[in-house]
Structure formats: C-alpha cells, structure tokens
C-alpha cells in the first residue's frame, strides 16, 4: 500500500466511524438546524487556526444556506501571523470581544470547531453562546481532547461547555499516517471529517426545514447561471452579514 492509499483508507475508516458512532448527535444538530430555520434563525460558525476552515465552509457558496455567518477573526486565523494565532487561541476573555460583533439572537445556532477541545477562545464563546440561548454544537476529537488538561481557567473543555457534542473520530494530534524515517506522524484528517460533519447537518437541516414546510434560501454557484439569483439574497442579507 503506498502513502495515498493508507491515507485514502485512514480517512475513509473515520468518516465510517464518524457516520456510525455520530448518527444520532448529527440528527440532534439537524434537527436543531431544521428548527432555526424554520423560524427564520440563523447559523454561525467558529473555528481558531485550520479549524477556522469549517467555518468558512457554511458561508457563501454553492448550494449553502444564505443565512448563515462564519465568526471570523483575523488574529485566529493563519493568514496574517499564524504563531501569533496559536497563542491569541488561550487567551481568556476574547471570545467575548468576538460574540459582540455578530447580532445573535436566541434559537440560533452555533457550531464550534476545534479538534484539541482544550483552549480558552472555543470553550468560552460556547458558554457565552449558550448564555445568550444559541443551540451551541462542538466539532473536535474527543480521543485527544480526554488526553490533554484545559487551558480554559474553568477547567472545562469545549466538549464540556457545549449542548451537543460530535466527535470527528480522530487521533490524538490529528496527523494519522506514521512513515519510516520520520520522528512523527503526518496526513491530518480533521478538516476533511470536519467538512463531512458540516455539510452533513446542513444538507439534513435543510432537508428538516423543507419537511416543516420552510424552503431555506440557498446559494447557487455564480459560475454557472447564480448571479442574478444570489444577487437577491446579497442584497437581502449584505447589511446583517459583516463578511459580505
């Protein structure tokens, strides 16, 4: 087996796993999606470092809710200066300075990524968020979030401070592929379980909302026929999204 197979075969192991260990917590967050919807909520999402990956996934693309909102924060991501983002990620208080950007509101729902689970930013906006009666949902690895202490002064993680837990079905470190002739392991796996998990609670909650009698607002490639189409929602959503 070469390196692209055991990693085609690694990948294909979690997302198995994941798709039956996880069923009934995806259904929960489906359920809880389908709702929010339905009653013209909203979904946000959040992630620090790669994570901020999976929050960027539900905003502004083919086939994607139009009402939902990435929590984006420069200094969380890597773009600018991804040492600093490392440490700005432990950092006690700032989850705080980040919710009151965003104009959530009760019955929204919150998706909080973060594979270790033990900083500061991701367990503290979920208790935050949940104080302010979010449905508030955690992506991570509970195999290396139960081997690693807190950072949060709470000692609590963010599997512990959120509603509904989803375990991405992970190794501890993320990386999964163990090679001859290096020191550690390479072929992380979270983002694309992290994608899977996403997109699998959008596509079940719009499907949830539809069953409840609510048609979504959905976003249409604008490199095929989408523009004129996602022109309107643009126009609709461009003054209640500050990513627009």
Known sequence: MNAIDHYFATVTAQLENL???QAAALATAATWLGEALANEHWLYAF???????LAEEIF???????RATPMLDSRLMLHKNAIEATYVEREVGYAKEILERYPVEAGDVLLIASNSGRNAVPTELAMLGRERGLKVIA????QHSNAWPARHPSGKKLADAADLVIDNCGVPGDAAIEMPGLPTLVGPTSTITGA??????????IANALARGF??????????????????????????????
């Open 19 to 21: 798709h039956s260990t």
């Open 47 to 53: 992630g620090t470092g790669h994570s901020h990956l």
């Open 60 to 66: 502004y693309r083919a086939g994607g809710l139009a």
């Open 139 to 142: 992506i991570t690895n509970l």
């Open 196 to 205: 899977f998990i996403v997109n699998a609670i959008i596509v079940q909650g």
């Open 215 to 244: 048609t979504p607002e959905i976003y249409i490639s604008s490199n095929s026929n989408g523009d004129d189409h996602n022109n309107k929602l643009l126009e609709k959503y461009k003054s209640k999204i500050r990513h627009l």
